[in-house]
């Protein structure tokens, strides 16, 4: 009998977090990240390779592997191309392949780009991990709170609610912001995502929303 009941109670839990509307902020398991120890090996394995740690709201991926970002440059400095068929290219004068470093059953691989991601963690089976594929899908980040009471940023019209995921018949709509890093404007957007149980992702909608104002006059190449 106990047993039943503790199970109805976490069914209950479940349930309220899946039906949490946006503006209400939901706890979003941490992130397995890969050991900073094991980059060195890592950037053996792959040349031109730089490791950092990624978000911290990843842990709802299924497999939750251990993982990390990667930017990998797509010429060496013979012009020989280093990066294949990537979907996330980033940078200025310099640019970059964007790829997610990933340990399974022991051994690194690179994700190239959004086929080998939806291989790996599709199908998307539940709020938590809605989320945190579609932050490697599309590279953009969550925010919530602590985010905006960090910096006093300046808001386009009002201030954005903060980042979530709700099921809607039989996708998900995930709320994530995205960061223009290089030249001499860097508004944040805020952008709603609506992700599939395939892996699929489609943008709906993407609108610019707030500046860092420290920020207003930095050119970046």
Known sequence: MLKIKYFLIGVVALHFVACKRPGQEIIYPPTLH?????????QNKFPRVSLFKIDDHLGGLTPNYPIAIANQMLIDFHGKPLSKDTDWVTGGFIPQALKIAVKIDGKYIL???RKELEKIYAPISTTQEAL???VLYTRSFPAFKDFFDKTKYEYVKDKPEISYSIKEGGHYKVHLF???TFG??????SEIYQVNTDG??????????FIDPKKRSLCVD
């Not at 890969?34 to 890592?42: E, F, G, L, V």
């Not at 699929?200 to 909608?205: G, H, K, R």
């Open 34 to 42: 890969i050991d900073t120890a094991d980059y060195k090996q890592i």
């Open 184 to 189: 001499c404007d860097h508004p944040f957007y």
């Open 132 to 134: 945190a594929y579609a």
């Open 178 to 180: 995205s960061y223009v």
């Open 200 to 209: 699929t992702v489609t943008l709906l909608s993407r609108v610019r929303s």
């Open 111 to 113: 994700i190239n780009n």
